[in-house]
Every structure is written in C-alpha cells, then in structure tokens.
T-cell receptor, first 113, second 113 residues
Framework: GENVEQHPSTLSVQEGDSAVIKCTYSDSASNYFPWYKQELGKRPQLIIDIRSNVGEKKDQRIAVTLNKTAKHFSLHITETQPEDSAVYFCAASNTGGYQKVTFGTGTKLQVIP | IAGITQAPTSQILAAGRRMTLRCTQDMRHNAMYWYRQDLGLGLRLIHYSNTAGTTGKGEVPDGYSVSRANTDDFPLTLASAVPSQTSVYFC????????????FGDGTRLSIL
C-alpha cells in the first residue's frame, strides 16, 4: 500500500521567514496531493492541493510543488505569520477502487513573533 | 451551512461498553470515512464507504464497525470499548468519484477508562 513520509515533525521559524515541509510517497498510482492545516483542537482543513498533471500551484503565500519522478511534494509558506502556527498534514490519494487517501504524520509549525 | 456534523463532541466511557459515534453530512458526497487521530501517528483510516449500502475496511478496522444505510449518515460503533481506543475520531466525506478533497467534521474526543 501507499506510504507517505513527512518531514520535519516540528519546525520553528521567525515571523516573516519562509517554512518548507516535505513529503515523499511510494505508490506511483497516487495522483492527487492535498495539504491540510489543523489548529489545536480543530478539524483538519484543506489549504491547497495539487494534481499529478501539474508541477506547481500557488495561492497567495502558500505554494505546493510536485516531482512525480522522485515521488515527492512540498509545501512552501512565505512571509509566515503567527496565525500560520498549526499542524500541517500532507496526503497522497488515488481512485483505485475507492478514494484511498494516505496521510503523513504531520508537521507542527511554530511561528515566533 | 453545509458540512459534516459529528456527535457527541466528547465522551468518557467505561471499558466493555458499547458506543456509537454519529456522523451526518449534507453535501451529498458519495464517500464517507472514519479516521482516528493519535499523537504522533497522524490520521489513520478505520473504515470507509464509497456509496450507500457499501463499506470497506481501512488501516485499523479491528474493534470497529460501520453502516451506511443512506447517503447522509455513517455511524461508527465500538462493540466493546477498550482503553486503546481512546483517541480523537474524525468523520470525513468527499466526492470520491471526481477525486475531490475530503471535508472533515469537528471530531469526537473519546476516552475509554
């Protein structure tokens, strides 16, 4: 089955700096890669996603890159703000039979004011 | 407001008791999922359902059962709760046919004593 590895597990950055979270996946059939943000005590919420036919996608301060050959994808947050502090999960998904989504173990991001 | 509703929000339960966690969505999504979230282990899939009347096992199905009598509801039952089932449980739904992102409920915090 699919295996998604996520690094680092914790990340501290100064406000205004950039943050990068990296994920690798094992199943070449995976074709959809969402990123979720989870604030303490809240539900995971989708912040950005990318499909396998695209190499990069950007939404304001957030961008995601995908390298299908190397089977890795990354989340980039620029000009970080204290409200970016949360746990971020990457995921890999395909539709073989059902929408099988495998999540990474999460990155706890702390933005220091 | 469209979304997913979970109940209860939290529960303390004696070991050996039976418990059903409720999940209802009003987005007419064909697929629904149950995850458990434990510290350091991310989100792990318990059971899923591609459409009303069908269910499948996820990564950690033992000790849990589900049913999908209609599109909107997807209850999760612990037949005889054990302390290792102490966790936060999230229900999610998606338009899996088109490989769309999963939307999560607010979660149920369950403690088994």
């Amino acid at each position: 089955g699919e295996n998604v590895e996520q690094h680092p597990s914790t990340l501290s950055v100064q406000e205004g700096d950039s943050a990068v979270i990296k994920c690798t996946y094992s199943d070449s059939a995976s074709n959809y890669f969402p990123w979720y943000k989870q604030e303490l005590g809240k539900r995971p919420q989708l912040i950005i996603d990318i499909r396998s036919n695209v190499g990069e996608k950007k939404d304001q301060r957030i961008a995601v890159t995908l390298n299908k050959t190397a089977k890795h994808f990354s989340l980039h947050i620029t000009e970080t703000q204290p409200e970016d502090s949360a746990v971020y999960f990457c995921a890999a998904s395909n539709t073989g039979g059902y929408q099988k989504v495998t999540f990474g173990t999460g990155t706890k991001l702390q933005v220091i004011p | 407001i469209a979304g997913i509703t979970q109940a209860p929000t939290s529960q303390i339960l004696a070991a050996g008791r039976r418990m059903t966690l409720r999940c209802t969505q009003d987005m007419r999504h064909n697929a629904m999922y149950w995850y458990r979230q434990d510290l350091g282990l991310g989100l792990r899939l318990i059971h899923y359902s591609n459409t009303a009347g069908t269910t499948g096992k996820g990564e950690v199905p033992d000790g849990y059962s589900v049913s999908r009598a209609n599109t909107d509801d997807f209850p999760l039952t612990l037949a005889s709760a054990v302390p290792s089932q102490t966790s936060v449980y999230f229900c999610a739904s998606s338009d899996a046919t088109n490989n769309q992102p999963q939307h999560f409920g607010d979660g149920t915090r369950l403690s088994i004593l």
